[in-house]
């Protein structure tokens, strides 16, 4: 199968639900992102800054990033210029600072808060109590150079399904819920960004709007194994 050929089999699937993809471009080269544009795709998503900038840089400038790894506050600065999303926001001091870089280019970027759901430690995001901490700061309606578009949740990688599908659930009980107590209709307040290339059917079923899928559109990423003395 061609990258054009699941790009288009993933946007047939898609088409009798309102769910966007994000074509996961990470490792992945430029022929590659170019061959998923030509069969029309235009939004992608990375989890490196460093190969992001660089990437953004070669490709069409009609290409919409997302950010989906974990961000350091110092590398805001690089991405803040061009970003479309940052969906794994986990404190409410990378919010603050990408509304300083936000403001900076005169832009108003949006984010989802990237909560965990999965059972492994190794994940990014707030727990339960810290989101609503968060969404309960008096600092947050100051920062008029972000807009909070939803949540996102990586579910645990695992083969039972009836798992994966408690854990998308629940973040979809949780979006409902936030969005009715913290945000008003005219917020859009509306993405909720769940499921990959192995969970994206249950995560469409339990209510995702957005799914992220790399695999399944380029093929099976590579792993590089550094040694220490390698650099
Ligand atoms: C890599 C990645 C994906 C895509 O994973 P696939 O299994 O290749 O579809 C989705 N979301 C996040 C946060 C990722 O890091």
Not at 129 to 141: F, P, Q
Request: contains cysteine.
């Amino acid at each position: 199968m061609s990258i054009r050929n699941n790009i288009e089999g993933l946007q047939q699937e898609l088409q009798a639900h309102e769910v966007t993809l994000i074509a996961v471009s990470k490792t992945k080269s430029n022929e590659d992102i170019l061959e998923a544009y030509e069969a029309g795709q235009r939004l992608f998503g990375e989890n490196m800054v460093q190969e992001l900038v660089a990437k953004q840089e070669a490709l069409p400038k009609d290409i919409e990033w997302h950010l989906i790894g974990h961000l350091q506050s110092n590398k805001v600065k690089y991405i803040a210029p061009f970003i479309v999303m940052i969906q794994s926001v986990d404190s409410l001091n990378l919010l603050k600072e990408i509304n300083k870089y936000g403001a900076k280019n005169n832009r108003v970027i949006d984010c989802l808060l990237q909560v965990h759901i999965a059972d492994e430690e190794a994940k990014f995001g707030f727990d339960h109590a810290e989101l609503i901490e968060v969404l309960r700061d008096e600092a947050l309606s100051d920062l008029k150079n972000i807009r909070i578009r939803g949540l996102m949740g990586i579910a645990t990688n695992t083969d039972n399904e009836k798992h994966i599908k408690e854990e998308f659930y629940e973040l979809k009980m949780l979006f409902d819920g936030i969005k009715v107590s913290f945000f008003r209709k005219e917020d859009s307040f509306d993405t909720l960004s769940m499921g990959m290339s192995s969970d994206y059917t249950i995560a469409i079923e339990q209510g995702s709007t957005m799914i992220r899928v790399g695999s399944t559109v380029f093929g099976k990423r590579v792993i590089k194994h550094f040694k220490a003395s390698e650099g």
